[in-house]
């Protein structure tokens, strides 16, 4: 019902990625909670005062990583889907899906865990190598119609 194994495997790839988005949020809260450093009044009044209404060096690494994520994974969430149904070789498709999510997860942890340069800027341009590959064939399939 769902259609071909290329959008089967998209949408395998593409929920590992928003499992792994809400996975960055949820350790975000963690941090907020152990550091005490609250975005919100209410909520630093809940956990001790309006004093610990502030920013924390590593919340605010977490945010970067999660804010990363979503500036990367929702093009790739419309570039992925687009493509599936460009009818590209099941092989080739899975290569693009699992290039981009294993760069994401790189990047994730490159990010949390602060690991040396260019770790991170390593995975950010391995994922953005299927997202721009995707993209191109895209505009070949669809150049004629516009």
Do not use: W
Not at 49 to 62: L, W
């Amino acid at each position: 019902m769902l259609g071909s194994d290329v959008l089967l495997c998209f949408i395998f790839y593409s929920t590992l990625l928003i499992l792994k988005m809400y996975i960055i949020a949820i350790i975000t809260g963690q941090v907020r909670l152990r550091k005490k450093a609250f975005a919100n009044p209410e909520d630093a009044e809940r956990h001790g005062g309006e004093q610990f209404c502030r920013t924390d060096p590593y919340v605010e690494r977490c945010r970067r990583a999660h804010l990363n994520d979503m500036e990367n994974i929702f093009p790739f969430l419309f570039l992925g889907a687009i493509y599936s149904m460009t009818g590209p070789s099941y092989a080739v498709a899975q290569l693009h899906f699992l290039v981009f999510f294993l760069g994401r997860v790189l990047h994730s942890v490159a990010y949390l865990l602060a690991l040396k340069a260019p770790t991170r800027s390593f995975a950010y341009v391995i994922a953005q190598v299927p997202c721009v590959s995707m993209a191109i064939q895209i505009i070949m399939e669809v150049a004629s119609f516009a």
